[in-house]
Protein backbone atom coordinates (compact mmCIF):
# COMPACT_ATOMS: atom_id res chain seq x y z
CA UNK A 1 0.00 0.00 0.00
CA UNK A 2 2.90 2.35 0.95
CA UNK A 3 4.70 1.82 -2.56
CA UNK A 4 1.60 2.48 -4.28
CA UNK A 5 1.02 5.90 -2.31
CA UNK A 6 4.83 6.90 -3.48
CA UNK A 7 4.58 5.90 -7.00
CA UNK A 8 1.04 8.43 -7.53
CA UNK A 9 2.85 10.87 -5.45
CA UNK A 10 5.67 10.62 -7.90
CA UNK A 11 3.20 10.34 -10.96
CA UNK A 12 1.70 13.33 -9.74
CA UNK A 13 5.27 15.38 -9.26
CA UNK A 14 5.92 14.41 -12.56
CA UNK A 15 2.95 15.68 -14.57
CA UNK A 16 3.26 18.88 -12.39
CA UNK A 17 6.64 19.46 -13.45
CA UNK A 18 5.74 18.88 -16.93
CA UNK A 19 3.21 21.16 -16.91
CA UNK A 20 5.49 23.89 -15.41
CA UNK A 21 8.49 22.72 -18.06
CA UNK A 22 5.46 23.14 -20.83
CA UNK A 23 4.79 26.46 -19.53
CA UNK A 24 8.20 27.74 -19.28
CA UNK A 25 8.35 26.53 -23.32
CA UNK A 26 5.87 29.01 -24.04
CA UNK A 27 4.14 25.54 -25.28
CA UNK A 28 0.35 25.22 -25.12
CA UNK A 29 -1.41 23.02 -23.21
CA UNK A 30 -5.02 21.50 -22.67
CA UNK A 31 -5.21 24.21 -19.51
CA UNK A 32 -4.23 27.01 -21.67
CA UNK A 33 -6.39 26.98 -24.48
CA UNK A 34 -9.31 29.33 -24.41
CA UNK A 35 -12.86 27.67 -24.38
CA UNK A 36 -14.43 27.69 -27.82
CA UNK A 37 -17.33 30.06 -28.32
CA UNK A 38 -20.72 28.91 -28.89
CA UNK A 39 -22.45 29.05 -32.11
CA UNK A 40 -25.19 31.49 -32.42
CA UNK A 41 -28.61 30.20 -32.14
CA UNK A 42 -30.34 30.30 -35.04
CA UNK A 43 -34.53 30.19 -35.49
CA UNK A 44 -35.99 27.83 -38.43
CA UNK A 45 -36.82 30.94 -40.44
CA UNK A 46 -33.10 31.73 -40.91
CA UNK A 47 -31.98 28.10 -41.48
CA UNK A 48 -34.88 27.76 -44.06
CA UNK A 49 -33.47 30.61 -46.17
CA UNK A 50 -29.80 28.68 -46.42
CA UNK A 51 -31.82 25.21 -47.12
CA UNK A 52 -30.98 25.45 -51.06
CA UNK A 53 -27.73 26.14 -51.37
CA UNK A 54 -26.93 23.29 -48.20
CA UNK A 55 -28.71 20.81 -50.08
CA UNK A 56 -27.09 21.83 -52.90
CA UNK A 57 -23.22 21.38 -51.65
CA UNK A 58 -24.20 18.76 -49.47
CA UNK A 59 -26.09 15.80 -51.95
CA UNK A 60 -25.62 17.45 -55.74
CA UNK A 61 -22.16 18.54 -55.09
CA UNK A 62 -21.24 15.64 -52.91
CA UNK A 63 -19.15 17.76 -50.57
CA UNK A 64 -18.15 16.95 -46.67
CA UNK A 65 -20.22 18.42 -44.05
CA UNK A 66 -17.25 20.52 -42.81
CA UNK A 67 -16.81 21.99 -46.77
CA UNK A 68 -20.71 22.76 -46.42
CA UNK A 69 -19.73 24.60 -42.72
CA UNK A 70 -16.83 26.51 -44.50
CA UNK A 71 -18.35 27.70 -47.75
CA UNK A 72 -21.54 28.66 -45.67
CA UNK A 73 -19.49 30.80 -43.62
CA UNK A 74 -17.52 32.41 -45.80
CA UNK A 75 -19.88 33.45 -48.30
CA UNK A 76 -22.81 33.51 -46.26
CA UNK A 77 -21.80 34.42 -43.27
CA UNK A 78 -23.70 31.15 -41.50
CA UNK A 79 -21.64 30.02 -38.17
CA UNK A 80 -23.12 27.30 -37.13
CA UNK A 81 -22.05 24.30 -35.00
CA UNK A 82 -21.71 20.56 -36.72
CA UNK A 83 -24.95 19.57 -33.95
CA UNK A 84 -26.57 22.39 -35.59
CA UNK A 85 -26.21 21.56 -39.36
CA UNK A 86 -26.89 17.85 -38.64
CA UNK A 87 -30.34 18.59 -36.64
CA UNK A 88 -31.53 20.71 -39.43
CA UNK A 89 -30.66 17.95 -41.90
CA UNK A 90 -32.07 15.72 -39.83
CA UNK A 91 -35.74 17.87 -39.75
CA UNK A 92 -35.31 17.90 -44.02
CA UNK A 93 -34.70 14.86 -44.28
CA UNK A 94 -31.53 15.02 -46.13
CA UNK A 95 -29.26 11.86 -46.17
CA UNK A 96 -26.92 10.53 -48.17
CA UNK A 97 -26.36 6.97 -47.79
CA UNK A 98 -28.75 4.31 -47.53
CA UNK A 99 -30.55 3.44 -44.25
CA UNK A 100 -30.59 -0.43 -43.42
CA UNK A 101 -33.96 -0.57 -43.96
CA UNK A 102 -34.12 1.26 -47.25
CA UNK A 103 -31.67 -1.52 -48.19
CA UNK A 104 -33.19 -4.22 -47.57
CA UNK A 105 -36.13 -2.83 -49.20
CA UNK A 106 -34.75 -2.48 -52.33
CA UNK A 107 -32.89 -5.89 -51.98
CA UNK A 108 -36.30 -7.32 -51.34
CA UNK A 109 -37.61 -5.92 -54.52
CA UNK A 110 -35.21 -6.28 -56.77
CA UNK A 111 -35.01 -10.40 -55.73
CA UNK A 112 -38.88 -10.11 -56.67
CA UNK A 113 -38.51 -8.69 -60.03
CA UNK A 114 -35.54 -10.75 -60.68
CA UNK A 115 -37.63 -13.68 -60.07
CA UNK A 116 -40.34 -12.10 -62.83
CA UNK A 117 -37.70 -11.38 -64.87
CA UNK A 118 -38.18 -7.68 -64.66
CA UNK A 119 -35.03 -5.44 -65.02
CA UNK A 120 -34.92 -2.09 -62.53
CA UNK A 121 -33.22 0.71 -61.55
CA UNK A 122 -33.91 2.44 -58.10
CA UNK A 123 -33.95 5.77 -57.03
CA UNK A 124 -33.90 7.00 -53.12
CA UNK A 125 -34.55 10.74 -52.14
CA UNK A 126 -34.57 11.53 -55.71
CA UNK A 127 -31.07 9.98 -57.09
CA UNK A 128 -29.74 7.03 -58.66
CA UNK A 129 -29.29 3.87 -55.98
CA UNK A 130 -26.19 1.89 -57.03
CA UNK A 131 -26.91 -1.78 -56.17
CA UNK A 132 -23.10 -1.98 -55.43
CA UNK A 133 -23.43 0.29 -53.08
CA UNK A 134 -26.50 -1.41 -51.27
CA UNK A 135 -24.88 -4.86 -51.53
CA UNK A 136 -21.66 -4.15 -50.08
CA UNK A 137 -23.82 -1.69 -47.31
CA UNK A 138 -26.06 -5.00 -46.54
CA UNK A 139 -22.30 -6.84 -46.39
CA UNK A 140 -20.89 -5.23 -44.11
CA UNK A 141 -23.96 -4.28 -41.71
CA UNK A 142 -25.66 -7.62 -42.20
Known amino acids: ?60 EDRELKEVMDFMERRHGLVGSIKQYKTQMTKWNIRKYVKKEEAIAILRKKRNRDVVGTKSTFSLRGKPVDMNNVLRYLGRKG
Open 1 to 60: MYQDESQNSILRESSDNAFIDAQQQNVTTRRDTPKRQRAPKRNQEFWEQHRSVIERLYLD
